[in-house]
């Protein structure tokens, strides 16, 4: 038995966002692992955000 991964990738960066996803993957057995940002250089608002999810790999299949 191994993890498995899921990366979610956000390009609308909100707080909205990011919890509807957060919220949709823990729902479906995923635990959340982190989060990155990418950045604009002429912004200090991220462009986009990444999400990491984990769970074992017995906990279903692959979505």
């Known amino acids: 038995m191994g993890i498995v991964y899921k ?3 956000l390009s609308s960066v909100t707080d ?3 919890e509807s ?3 949709e ?3 479906q057995g ?3 692992d982190n989060m990155q ?3 604009r250089e002429s912004s200090k608002r ?3 955000a990444f999400l ?3 769970r074992s790999e017995s906990a279903g299949e692959e979505d």
Request: net charge negative; aromatic share 20%.
């Open 7 to 9: 990366i979610v990738e």
């Open 16 to 18: 909205a966002e990011i």
């Open 21 to 23: 996803a957060l919220n």
């Open 25 to 27: 993957w823990t729902g």
């Open 30 to 32: 995923w635990t959340f």
């Open 37 to 39: 940002f990418a950045m």
């Open 46 to 48: 991220p462009a986009m």
């Open 52 to 54: 990491a999810f984990t």
